[in-house]
């Protein structure tokens, strides 16, 4: 995906050459009408006959050499480039699979309702945005790349089950793998990749927060920031928890609202709470996608003709209720 638009003329021809035989062909009716004006005068003049009216007679022409005008523009094919505000661009579902999302705080567990609800998200978005599906939990694996065919991505969703532990900050690093196509890490020493400028894409991450290592979340989250990639967060699961078996072993797991939110506010995100399935079923509608200026070509020909049409009939008319002629 590239970011950004080009920059070219406003308006463009299909016909370039209809539009200077057009316009040699309004010229020249032009001036016809001009000399048959004059000699029109000049017999009159020499008859002895007084002209009156004469700018109102010429009118109707006119409007008729107008209109012959307009239709030559309109033969050419015109075009304009307009900038057109809509919901386009990437985004990139995180969904996490580890173990602790096997909790059932929401029923009928905490992957399940994440499903139910991403499904919900994929299938309310318009077919300008590419979505795609990560799969994580102390790794992270693409599921489903970017793709304006969204039934990839609904089908990489119903596909998830649950496996390992969690890790926020990788999840982050593998959506912009995914947006980016291709590899982003943190540097062993640290330092922060530079994936560039993507403001059009967008990380949708359905977590309960449980946070178990990987990489640096904060820093992870910052290079999200620094590429223009807002992350918006889907709390899963409750405050209260609940207990789940891993590898023979019970263990406590609740939601991490303060994880989640933490990410969302540093890439200027929101966190969407969804402590139950109810409240999980109307998250497609309150994430809001932001909007991208694209130029889109806007035909101008019909207005042209019709504007054209209107002239001729205009001038005819004007025409024959002066003079009782057509021309």
Known sequence: MTDGLDEGSLVTLSSPL?????????????????????RRRAALAAAGVTLTGGRR?????????????????????PTAMVPVPR?????????????SMSAD?????????AQRAARAFVEAQPTSVDVGVIAFEQGALTAARPDADHSIALKAIDRLRITGSTSLGTAILGS??????????????????????????????FSDGQNQGGADVV???EVAQKAGVQIHTVGI????????????????TSLDEDALATIAQTTGGAYHPALDAARLDGIADSIDLRLTVSDEPLPLAGGLIWLALALLTAGAAFTVLRSGRVI
């Open 18 to 38: 209809l539009l200077v035989v057009g316009l040699l062909v309004t010229v020249a009716l032009a001036w016809a009408a001009v000399v048959a004006a004059r």
């Open 57 to 77: 007679a010429s009118l109707g022409v006119g409007l008729t050499v107008a209109g012959v005008g307009v239709l030559a523009v309109a033969v050419s094919g």
């Open 87 to 99: 919901a386009s661009g990437t985004v990139i579902l995180a969904m996490d699979v580890s173990s």
């Open 105 to 113: 705080d929401v029923a009928p567990t905490r992957l399940a309702a």
């Open 176 to 205: 912009l793998t995914a947006i980016t196509g291709k590899q982003v890490a943190i540097g062993r020493d640290g330092a922060a990749p530079d994936i560039g400028y993507w403001p059009s894409a967008t990380i949708v991450m």
């Open 219 to 221: 820093q992870a989250a």
């Open 237 to 252: 699961g409750t405050v209260a928890g609940a207990t789940v078996v891993v590898d023979g072993f019970h263990r406590q």
